[in-house]
Nanobody, 122 residues
Framework: QVQLVESGGGLVQPGGSLRLSCAAS?????????KAWFRQAPGKEREFVAA????????DYADSVKGRFTISRDNVKNTVALQMNSLKPEDPAVYYC??????????????WGQGTQVTVSS
């Protein structure tokens, strides 16, 4: 089993920045899983935000966050981060960390964190 714990959410003004972190524990092989971030806003389905493979050689971003968000990982610490810049009013949501042995970076993750709330408001 793999446990994922997110941190770093909070309140930020439009145009501001936040950095989310996710720490994985449990199976050591999880350091080599693909890692991703998803988000879910109230009344909406969960949507893909960003992902990268275990070697950080392949990344994928939702069109809505390209150029503003950056995903990164540290396989030694078994963590994944999401740097969010130029936050917009449409970015607030609960952000979830995900990990797994996937064939597509955008889906089919086996492990999920509990989520961290991001609020954008002036």
């Amino acid at each position: 089993q793999v446990q994922l714990v997110e941190s770093g959410g909070g309140l930020v003004q439009p145009g501001g920045s936040l950095r989310l972190s996710c720490a994985a524990s449990g199976r050591t092989v999880s350091a080599y899983y693909a890692k991703a971030w998803f988000r879910q806003a109230p009344g909406k389905e969960r949507e893909f935000v960003a992902a990268l493979d275990w070697r950080s050689t392949v990344t994928d971003y939702a069109d809505s966050v390209k150029g503003r968000f950056t995903i990164s990982r540290d396989n030694v610490k078994n963590t994944v981060a999401l740097q969010m810049n130029s936050l917009k009013p449409e970015d607030p949501a609960v952000y979830y960390c995900a990990a797994g042995a996937v064939t597509s970076l955008g889906s089919d993750y086996q492990y999920w964190g509990q989520g961290t709330q991001v609020t954008v408001s002036s």
